[in-house]
Structure formats: structure tokens, C-alpha cells
């Protein structure tokens, strides 16, 4: 039967909070007494190795897409977007969206794609960004802006048609049948991966062209660049070893080194579990596999219990191979949504979470505390902490007071709350309507070809035809 989860809304008292963590055994920094309004460490500056001044310790992390053009131009849903992440008050955007390096690429057909053709749209986002962060605070010396490279690989939907077209790097033995795989499907060949080198090295050059300051490779959520990590069952020189599944990752950076020399950062799924299925109540459970699950990274041989002895391994890469800004994540929203984003509410196409989502929150920031302990000198940047929703702030000013992270990364909270940073920093009191329920809309829209956006909080998504198309989707599918 499925447990029934305290909502976080229902917790009025710091008291209440406190208890409710200990009784699940969520392991949370939480700092009960805020620092007053200009004296907190999320306002402090940092600056990095690579000669980054960034102006505080809040990060907009990069989403899916879903409102450009048929050929990857944002439209005027994409500028607004990006103008809320502008006058967040957020100092390092990691992105702002996922951008393809190239159309076969596409986690849908309105994805936005970086290419010669494109190149003034993006450099105009760019400037839009700087202008109005700028109007509004003043000062865009300390803002940093960032531009996420992407392949979606298995996850590639690049066609109006919405058929899946999966690019892979090896036959997996759950996610192969789960995504209904043809059974002539081939993996990438070497010559393919290599020319896809080759458009992440280009788009780079485009990304500085067009005035950004670092380029994330990104490397999660069951994306091609993630799936590299997991390639052990790869024959030939992509597979195998982690040093031949970083090929990829370093022969990129390598590249871009020769060429645009734009800094490069990772967004990184730093474990992921075995995919989870439905049982018979709806509830997510570990799929069941014969013998030890192969196709794990940072997690243990049956893939339910994280282990980081290869995540150590591949961050002493990372600082060999110069990347100073490692994003941290975990899973995929496609086959572990619960690990990604927890939440109480799933996507249409999930689960019920089989436990409560505070515990999901205290694992990523327990890893990410880990991974920043042992690498003291990299910027880690965390996320999962939009589920923690009024009592984020306690949370957040805890892990940066402590160590245990340099960045408070948001996502899908700031589309419900695009100022939630700025209030934060100046200690206001959160507003309640605004603040993200994890309903999980942003998700269920897109998975039903519906641009992406927080329909139930946000007036603008509101008001759309589409907001009455989710919510007859949603009762139909009654998790």
C-alpha cells in the first residue's frame, strides 16, 4: 500500500519540519536562525581558478525546452524564460536550457539547436540576458552565463512526428525493451562518435562566438554524453575502462582546447539507479535483473545502493583535464524520476514515489558534500532542493555555511518563482502562492507535446488552452 507522505506545506514550525526529517531519516543541514538580509553566505561572491568573479551562491540550472521553433530558434515563450532566469537574481546561470549540437540530437522537435544559422538568435539571448540582469540590479560584472551542450541519445525525439529515433552506445538490458528498442537497432560506431565530436567542438566555438563563458558537456539524466559513463559493456576504444569512457568527454575538451578555448564544465549524473517500474499500486519499485546489473554508474552491483569509487576516479580526471564547474545531479527523469526530482506529485508517465521525497533531497546533498570534501578546489554546484519548497532557505544557507556545496542550484522552483533568489538574499518572507509544489506540470506537458512551463502557478501558462488539455490528461491517468 502506498505510504502516505506528509505534505511539506503541513509543516508550519521549524519544530514541525525537524521532526518530520528525523522520523523519515532525512540527514538535512538546516540552519534554524537566517542570517540577516546582506550578511548571509548566499550573497558571498567567489572567484574561481579560471578568473570567474560570480556574484553569490545561487545557480539557474539548465531545463528542457519544449517552445522553440521547428528549426531550434527560441520564440518569445523561450525569451521570457530567460528573461525570468536574467532578473532571478541568481549570479551564475548554468545554461538557462538544454541546446542541441545538432537536429538528430533533439529531446523534442522544439528544442532549441546552436548552428552557424542560429548564431544571431543566440547571441542575442546572451545580450538580453546581460541588458536586463544589468536594468534591473545595476551591475552584471559578477554575473556568469554558461550554455548547455546536449546529444539526447537514446532520448532523441527530433521529428513533429514525436517518434523516437535513439542514438546508443550499447544494447542495455533493461532500457532497450522499456523504450521499445528495435531489434535491429545498432549502437553508434566509432566513425559516428567522432563525428559527433566534432559538433560538440563546433558549437563551442559558436557558444563563445556568441559571448558565453563556459560551455557544459553534459553528462546526466540518461542523455548520450551520461550514457558514456555506463558504456562497460562497449567492445572497442569508447568502452570498457573508464579511461575509454571518458574518451569521449576528453577528446571534446581536447578539441575545444585547440580551438575556441572557452572553459568547460559538466553537469553530471553522479549516480544512477537501476530503472524503476511501476508495481501493482502504482508505486515505483527497482526493476528485478538476474546477476549483477552492468550497466550502473555510481551505484553498487545490484544498482539500488550508491557507490562513488568510480565518481572519485572521474572527477580526478575532470581536474586533469582543466574542468573547474561540476554540476551535480543524479539518474534520469525517464527511468528513475524520484532519484532526479524529488517529488510528491510524478509526471504521467512515472510513479508514485516509493518514499518520501525529503529522503531524495538528503541523498543528492549527502553526495554532493561527499564529491565537494574530496575535491575541495572544483566548484561543485548541488541540486534536488526544490522539493524542500519554505524551508528551502534554511536548508540552503546550512549547506553553503557548512561546505558542502559553492551553489544552490534551481530549476523548475524558479519557473513558479523567478524572483525566489532575490528574495531570499534580501531576506524576505517567501511567497506562498508562488512557491512550487513539485506537481510535476513542467514534465507532463512536454511528455504530451505541450510546451514546458508551471501551469498551475505561473498566469501566463495559466491562461493557455493547454492548461485545460494537462488537467483532463491527469485524470485520465489518476496515479
Known sequence: MAQKITRIAQLKTTKDFLEHAERIKAELPFKETLASSGTSSLGASIKTATGFNIGNRFCILPMEGWDG???????????????????????????????AVRPDGRANPHQLIINSQNLPAFKELYKNLRNDHREKFGDDSDLVIGLQLTHSGRFSVP?????????????????NDKFNLSKNHLPMTDDEIENLIQDFIKAAQLAKEAGFQFVDIKHCHGYLGHEFLSAKTRKGKYGGSLQNRLRFLRSIVEGIKETSNIPVGVRLSAFDFIPFEKDKENIGIPKTVE????????????????????????????????????CITAGSPYYTPHITRPAIFPPSDGYLPPEDPLVGVARQIKVTAELKKKFPNMVIIGSAYSYLQEWLPNVAEAVIDNGMADFIGLGRMVLSYPNMPEDILQ????????????????????????????????AYYKKMPEAQTLKEIKKEVRL
Open 159 to 175: 521529428n513533429e512526428d514525436r517518434t523516437r529515433q535513439p542514438w546508443t552506445l550499447y544494447d542495455h538490458s533493461i532500457l
Open 291 to 326: 546477476g549483477t546489473y552492468e550497466e550502473g554508474f555510481g551505484v553498487n552491483g545490484d544498482g539500488t545502493y550508491i557507490d562513488l569509487t568510480e565518481v572519485f576516479e572521474l572527477l580526478e580526471e575532470f581536474e586533469k583535464m582543466g574542468i573547474e564547474m561540476v
Open 427 to 458: 531576506g524576505k518572507t517567501l511567497v506562498r502562492g508562488k512557491i512550487c509544489r513539485t506537481f510535476s506540470d513542467c514534465t507532463t506537458a512536454p511528455r504530451n507535446a505541450m510546451i514546458s512551463g508551471c501551469y498551475p502557478l505561473d
Open 69 to 99: 521553433t521547428k528549426d531550434g530558434l527560441p520564440t518569445d515563450h523561450t525569451r521570457r524564460r530567460w528573461h525570468n532566469f536574467a532578473i532571478s537574481g541568481a549570479k551564475l546561470l548554468w545554461g538557462c536550457e538544454a541546446v
